[in-house]
Each structure stands twice: as structure tokens, then as C-alpha cells.
């Protein structure tokens, strides 16, 4: 446990309440160096912004990423606070980013779904694009040409131990692949067949 010299609170001792400066835990709290920091630099705003100024803004990124790559715990820990200080922003950039790109979305939703039931293999917007013009815009079941309204599917079935990689995926229209369900492809092939001939 440590006092802070500015506020007086006994803290634990560690990065999570007293901030590192040259290797070394500060006697000022987290709280109480923020706020330092923060009327510290309203009052040299200028020479802050002379500093950035002299710098390119492809400098300033690299700094940052630089920056990022060499403190990864407090890269993390900085965006999650700010995550959650902001939770408006992440939203309305989610919904932007979602409308804008809904295949790349799709594609993250597909990953997430194949990492929980510990399927191996990943895809990207760019293999369902291939996989597409292999099927030369049709479905791969019943060969129908494909609409806006298409859906990605697992050859294998994730719950019978397909993979989530590009070698397991096909498009197919949506009646074909809610009919598949989880069924194994031969299975719902020979049935495909059945109701096509009956």
C-alpha cells in the first residue's frame, strides 16, 4: 500500500493506481497525475501544439503506432478506458463501419461464431468474393443464380468438425442453406435430388 502525496489516499501499490515514470511507481496517484497533466498541458497548449506542428501528421502516426507496439498493456488498458468512457462513439463508428462494409462484417460474425465452437480455420470478405466467382455467380446446391440475398455456408457443418477456413465455404441461395441446416452435404444433396425428381 502506498499514500499519495498530492491527495493523501492509501492505494495499492501497482501500475493499476500509481503510474510508472522512467521505471519507477510515482508518489502521485493515477487521479491526482491525470489532473497534474491535464492543467499542465492547458497551460503550454501552445508549445504541446508547436512540438506536433513541427512533426508530419505520417510522423505523428508512426510515433503512435511506435508507441503502441512497445507498451501493448497500456495501449489496451488506454482503449478500453476509452471504450468505456465513450461508449456513443463506438456505437455510432460500429453502425458506420457495419453499413459501409457488411460483407467484411458478416465475415467477423462467421469468425466469432467458428472461435466459439473452437472450429479452426478463418475466412476473409475476400475468399467469400473468390468463392463466388468460382461458382460463376450461382448456388452450389441447386445452381440457381444468386441475388443479393445469398448466404455463406459450411460444406462441412462447424458442429460435425468442418472448418471455418476457405476450403470449407460455399454460397448457396438461402432456401437451399436453411434446408441444409447442419446437415452432412451428401445427406442433404441425395434429398435435394429426391425433391427435384418427385
Known amino acids: 500500500m502506498k ?34 497533466m491535464k492543467d499542465y498541458y492547458e497551460k503550454n497548449k501552445t508549445k504541446w501544439q508547436g512540438y506536433a506542428a513541427k512533426r508530419s501528421p505520417e510522423e505523428n502516426r508512426k510515433r503512435a503506432r511506435d508507441w503502441q507496439r ?20 463506438g456505437t ?11 460483407e467484411v462484417y458478416r465475415c467477423y460474425v462467421r469468425n466469432r461464431r467458428a472461435l466459439l465452437k473452437n472450429a479452426p480455420g478463418t475466412h476473409t470478405a475476400k475468399d467469400i468474393v473468390d468463392q463466388l466467382d468460382s461458382q460463376a455467380g450461382l448456388c452450389f446446391y441447386c445452381g440457381k ?3 443479393t440475398c445469398r448466404h455463406v455456408d459450411h ?18 441461395c438461402r432456401s437451399c442453406n436453411l434446408r441444409k441446416n447442419a446437415k452432412m452435404p451428401e445427406v442433404f444433396i441425395a434429398e435435394l435430388r429426391e425433391s427435384c425428381s418427385a
Open 92 to 102: 455510432k463508428r460500429g453502425r458506420r463501419l457495419r453499413a459501409e462494409n457488411p
Open 3 to 36: 499514500i499519495c502525496y498530492d491527495c493523501g489516499r492509501l492505494l495499492p501499490e501497482d501500475i493499476d493506481h500509481f503510474p510508472q515514470i522512467k521505471g519507477k511507481i510515482s508518489g502521485q496517484c493515477l487521479d491526482c497525475r491525470k489532473k497534474y
Open 155 to 172: 460444406f462441412i457443418p462447424l458442429s460435425k468438425g468442418g472448418s471455418n477456413g476457405p476450403e470449407n465455404i460455399v454460397i448457396a
Open 145 to 147: 443464380e444468386l441475388d
Open 70 to 89: 512497445n507498451n501493448p498493456e497500456k495501449a489496451r488498458r488506454r482503449q478500453s478506458n476509452w471504450r468505456r468512457a465513450h461508449p456513443e462513439v
